[in-house]
Each structure stands twice: as structure tokens, then as C-alpha cells.
């Protein structure tokens, strides 16, 4: 995806810009990742709200590889500097546009915002000729499983994962996520 150009908006006249990130993002993005991990202390997940985000090393690797995404808040509340609002990483897995990471600032749940960059990831997809978008998510948690759902993603059977999307799972489950709470969602895209 380097020099790749992605198109992806939030809800309008809200005062917010997407933009690709930059290395200079990374501390904001990894404070924005623990913020956003506090709401799955609520549905009893304290392992998942305690979890460490991505080392700054790695993401420093993807923002160089264009593959993360920043939502600012250029309203005049919001100061300068405070960092991002919400985060996005894109990759590629089986040969389809893998979501890595989506996460929103808890104070601005319920804008839409993820909403917004989900479904720009599909139109990037689109846009990059791929066959679908995948990743992987909690089943039942309601900002997980049931939003992607709500936005079109389907379960992927056991049969439809590839090798590359069954050792991310590998991956979570040697990190201590339950691999029965979790599940693998593709969206078709079609052109």
C-alpha cells in the first residue's frame, strides 16, 4: 500500500479530518489504543483493556508503510497537540484488505466515526481491486462483532480462512484472547 492514496471520510460538518499518519503520531496512537481498551474492562475483558498496544517500533514500520490512518478533531475545543481521535491499520492478508486495528477515543463514541472508517477501508478495498475485507474480532461485543456485522461482514467458515488470517489467530490466542469469543468477518466487495 506505499503512495497508495485512501479515501476515507467521517461524518461531515463534524470538524474532522482523516489523514495518513505520520511517525510523530505514533505516541498519540499507542495513548489513543490504551484509551480505547478502557470499555472492555465493562464487558468483563480487563485482559484486553490492560493490554499493551502495538510497540511504537511497529507502528513506526506501518506508518511507514502507509498503512495507518489518524482521525483529528480540528474543532476549537479540542486543543492543539492532544493527538488523534481515532486510528486505523490496513494491511493485507490472504490476498484480501485485512483491518487490523480500528479504534475510537471512548469520549467520542457513538459519532459514527468508526463507522466512517470502516467503510472507507471497503472502499479503498474497492477502489485497490480486492475480492473482500477480513479481520478479526470479538463475536459478541457490541463495538466488535455486531457493528461489523450491522455494516455488512458475514462469519467466515472454518474452510474460507487462509493461512495468513489462521496465524493471526494463532497469534491472539498464544496472547491469552479466547479463541471462542473471537471470529473471523469478511465483506465481499463488489465492483
Not at 470499555?39 to 511497529?58: Q, S
Not at 492532544?82 to 493485507?92: D, K
Not at 463495538?143 to 494463532?170: H, K, S
Amino acid at each position: 500500500m506505499p503512495g497508495k492514496t485512501v479515501n476515507l471520510s467521517v461524518p461531515s460538518g463534524e470538524g474532522y479530518r482523516v489523514r495518513e499518519a505520520e511517525v510523530s503520531d505514533v505516541p498519540g496512537i499507542r495513548d489513543l489504543e490504551r484509551r480505547a481498551g478502557a470499555p472492555f474492562r465493562e464487558v468483563g475483558l480487563d485482559a484486553v483493556a490492560d493490554d499493551e498496544p502495538p510497540t511504537a517500533e511497529v507502528l513506526r514500520i506501518a506508518v511507514r508503510k502507509g498503512e495507518v490512518f489518524v482521525v483529528e478533531d480540528l474543532s476549537p475545543a479540542r486543543g492543539v497537540g492532544e493527538g488523534p481521535v481515532a486510528w486505523m491499520w490496513l494491511s493485507t492478508a490472504d490476498g484480501f484488505l485485512l483491518l487490523e486495528q480500528v479504534s475510537v477515543d471512548p469520549a467520542y463514541r457513538g459519532k459514527r466515526i468508526g463507522s466512517a472508517l470502516i467503510e472507507g477501508a471497503v472502499d479503498h478495498g474497492r477502489a485497490e481491486g480486492f475480492a473482500g475485507v477480513v479481520l478479526t474480532t470479538f463475536r459478541d461485543i457490541p463495538w466488535n462483532g455486531p457493528l461489523y456485522r450491522r455494516l455488512g461482514f458475514r462469519t467466515m467458515q472454518d474452510a474460507e480462512i487462509g493461512p495468513e488470517l489462521r496465524a493471526i489467530r494463532r497469534s491472539e490466542t498464544e496472547a491469552g484472547l479466547d479463541v471462542l469469543q473471537r471470529e473471523c468477518l469478511r465483506k465481499r466487495i463488489t465492483r
